[in-house]
């Protein structure tokens, strides 16, 4: 069993209360901002910005730092359409006999249907795959642990990094994507996460008038009583 071994943490200096309040707020008022869209200009984004943001979403905290996951960028139009193809062939199943109406009334809002003409007009798509379990070069396979919960922090960091470089993303889950592993070559230990479209957004890109809900519906401090 290998011993751990711990190095220096990272320098930290300790900022003045009111001066994280602040950066705290400069962040949430950014990210109050990102908004996910579905109507992409078709100008290509720099690689360079696409690897600063995945390089980001590596830094994610992750179950035993096995970090179980890998991004394939696809920005080539021909794999891009068969995508398209694919994930249309299985919403127009989703949307026509699998989802209950409870769920199509709660997707009304947001105008969603089988049609999914972002994936050939966004430059680029991202597609996250969980890795199961990994394989050590001598292909003695090495099991991972809490990959769904890994995978999730780390799309987290790259929508907040892709939002923040001044890029739009749509996250998409077509439903079942097992059509991915094929279509991008990726082998069976990985399991398809979500495609996140990314790009610009469209000139005069149109977005649900939706509200999210406050502090106080999503949190509750549980806080030390005076004595």
Not at 7 to 27: D, G, K, Q
Not at 202 to 218: F, Q, W
């Amino acid at each position: 069993m290998s011993k751990a071994v711990f190095i220096p943490a990272p320098a930290y200096n300790e900022s003045p209360v009111e001066e994280m309040t602040m950066r705290a707020a400069e962040f949430r008022k950014m990210m109050q901002k990102r908004r996910t869209v579905r109507e992409f200009a078709d100008r290509p984004v720099p690689r360079e910005l696409i690897e600063e943001c995945l390089c980001a979403a590596g830094t994610a905290p992750n179950g035993a730092n096995m970090q179980p996951w890998h991004f394939v960028v696809v920005t080539d139009p021909a794999t891009k359409h068969k995508i398209r193809t694919a994930a249309e062939k299985e919403e127009l199943e989703f949307y026509r006999h699998k989802a209950p109406q409870e769920w199509l009334d709660a997707l009304a809002p947001l105008g969603t249907n089988e049609d999914k003409p972002f994936l050939d007009i966004a430059p680029c798509l991202i597609v996250i795959f969980a890795q199961t379990y990994g394989l050590l070069p001598e292909g003695r396979k090495v099991k991972n642990y809490y990959v769904q919960e890994s995978v999730g922090i780390a799309v987290g960091f790259l929508i907040a990094a892709i939002h923040h470089a001044g890029l739009a993303s749509l996250t998409h889950t077509p439903s079942p994507m097992g059509f991915l592993n094929e279509l991008l070559g990726r082998p069976a230990q990985e399991r398809p996460f979500l495609i996140l479209v990314v790009g610009y957004p469209a000139k005069n890109a149109m977005v649900p008038d939706l509200t999210k809900k406050s502090l106080n519906e999503i949190a509750t401090f549980v806080e030390r009583q005076g004595l």
